[in-house]
């Protein structure tokens, strides 16, 4: 059977196996794969590489990065898939186990991610997932599939490729070094769809017809978006072709809150399919579930639940909201966010902080930006407004008691706005003893963040991964949370105690929070430490499976 025919066989067993809204584009993308391998080229334009700044990428649609290294082509593909979520006899694979022969160039990985470089606990569950990848499969080539691949490339793997075909608010490509989070205020909303029109030498005409006017505006914006969606799909396609496997890897996925239903939700079901169409390994490790309320997110999310090979989630309550979204996903495993298992050797040393506190206690302070507005999707003022007063009252208390401060974030931008407005409500009091007790380290990278953690006695984290990456220091946290992800992480860790909602915390409570977990510093780094150990191997035996899922793709590809 020659390979087109054999593209086909499966592709009508795709179409009958896909439900939802998974059939429709099942179909189109089927097509479009078929048209792909008979050797039909289609010349995306590339990344404008900047290393000086990270800008919204526009206008076109970018093909793989230019340090990507990674080949674009119609590699053959015999891969079979399967939507039961079941991962079947898996583990006896493993060529670290079973004494096999590993080749130089080991399976190629793709990770799918929603991340552009800002936030650093997506960037340390890059790393978590790559290095214990390579323990396994010595010589893996990754490449991300995410929101800056120019980054992605730089600190993590071997290649990358456009996550998404279309811009939104909250939800675009970047490329070159990201010194900006993609919540800037008004320019979070892609490119504008009139961009066309307005080059015209009629548009003045017709605007004097404002109904017209807007239902041209109207067309041609969809117009646009579907034209580049649909070569999105067919450099995703071609790049797939060449993957063994497609990880979507850790961190709050299931969410629709950054980008709306048509941002992630939208993106993960297209890549599900793409995977399918391609007959390449999907699967979907430690998500968490954040804002899911319309119709059409659950959908997408359904459908993209129900395509993987392998699922899991990182707490009980993700779990139970993919429940709601496919019933079966309630026997999925639970596994712990994958930062935690970032291997010892990943760790840097402390930075050195320690050394200019002059014997004093050590208090590391990670704000966030929540709820600010251009900062935030859904801003409040006030509620920002009322977070930085208190978190200024800390401040002010702290230096008041002879504590020395280290003022660290966990992503970039957003939350280093914040340092510096918070600094501005000090009084006058309060900013003479910030020379003597205040350090403010440079902050690029989760190991950066990682070195200063290091340093502390104790931690003030509002942030999910600046809890995180604390506790991978051992460093005793007190969290003002912004989520019930953060609620679900200090309970796994029996710190119920010391975390406090940040819509109503106060200064004095968090204080009082912070001396008695000082007092009980024993305990608490025995809860931590205990925690790690009872985790590892849950997490080893993902990483297993997550192994021998790419073993399995390599061999079905070669």
């Known amino acids: 059977m020659s390979r087109n025919s054999g593209e086909s066989a499966s592709s009508e067993s795709s179409r009958k196996n896909a439900d939802g809204p998974g059939r429709v584009l099942l179909v189109v993308v089927d097509g479009l794969g078929s048209r792909l391998s008979e050797g039909t080229e289609r010349n995306l334009p590339r990344i404008n590489v900047n290393r000086t700044r990270a800008r919204p990428v526009t206008g076109r649609i970018p093909k793989v990065s230019e340090p990507s290294r990674t080949r674009i082509g119609g590699t053959d593909n015999t891969a079979d898939t399967t939507d039961t979520g079941e991962l079947q006899d898996t583990a006896r694979v493993l060529p670290h186990e079973a004494g096999q022969e590993v080749p130089e160039f080991g399976p190629r990985v793709a990770l799918l991610t929603p991340y552009t470089g800002g936030n650093l606990g997506d960037a340390a569950i890059q790393d978590a997932i790559i290095a214990n990848l390579r323990l396994r499969l010595p010589g893996a080539q990754f490449s991300g599939i995410c929101l800056n691949g120019d980054n992605f490339v730089e600190r993590h793997g071997t290649g990358s490729f456009p996550l998404c075909g279309s811009d939104g608010p909250f939800y675009r490509m970047y490329s070159g070094r990201l010194t900006d989070h993609p919540g800037d205020g008004e320019n979070s909303a892609g490119p504008s769809s009139e961009k066309g029109l307005n080059s015209t030498s009629i548009k003045k005409s017709i ?141 840097p040393p402390s930075a050195g902080s320690r050394s200019i506190s002059r014997g004093r206690t050590v208090v590391a302070i990670s704000p966030i930006a929540y709820a600010r507005p251009g900062s935030w999707p859904y801003p409040n003022g006030t509620l920002h407004d009322r977070y930085l007063q208190q978190m200024t009252d800390i401040v002010a208390r702290l230096l008041e008691r002879g504590y020395f401060l280290v003022i660290v974030c966990s992503s970039l931008g957003d939350d280093e706005r914040v340092i510096p407005e918070l600094l501005e409500r000090l009084d006058d009091r309060s900013r003479e003893m910030v020379a003597r007790q205040m350090h403010v380290p440079r902050i690029r990278t989760w190991k950066d963040l990682v070195a200063s953690l290091r340093d502390a006695d104790l931690l003030i984290a509002s942030r999910l991964h600046s809890a995180i990456l604390g506790f991978l220091t051992h460093t005793p946290t007190v969290a003002i949370s912004f989520d019930p992800k953060v609620d679900g992480v200090m309970k796994d860790l029996g710190q119920t105690e010391y975390v406090f909602q940040i819509h109503d915390f106060e200064a004095a409570d968090v204080i009082d929070a912070l001396e008695s977990i000082d007092s009980n510093r024993n305990l608490v780094v025995e809860q931590i430490a205990s925690y790690q150990h009872r985790i590892l191997s849950v997490s080893g035996l993902q990483y297993d499976n997550l192994a021998a899922l790419a073993l399995a793709g390599r061999r079905r590809r070669t």
């Open 207 to 347: 605007q004097r017809v404002p109904a017209l006017w807007q239902c041209l505006r109207t067309i041609y914006g969809v117009g646009r978006r579907v034209y580049r969606e649909y070569r999105h799909c067919a450099g995703g396609y071609r790049f797939l072709r060449t993957q063994d496997v497609l990880i979507v890897s850790g961190g709050g996925q299931l969410d629709e809150e950054w980008g709306g239903a048509w941002g992630h939700p939208f993106t993960l079901f297209k890549w599900a399919v793409l995977a399918r169409v391609a007959r390449v390994p999907y699967a979907i490790a430690s998500v968490g579930a954040c804002k899911i309320t319309s119709t059409s997110s659950r959908c997408f999310l359904s459908a993209a639940l129900r395509m993987a090979q392998y699922r899991s989630y990182r707490d009980e309550k993700s779990r139970t909201v993919a429940a709601r979204l496919m019933q079966r996903t309630a026997r999925d495993p639970i596994v712990p966010d994958m930062a935690f298992s970032l291997p010892s050797s990943e760790l």
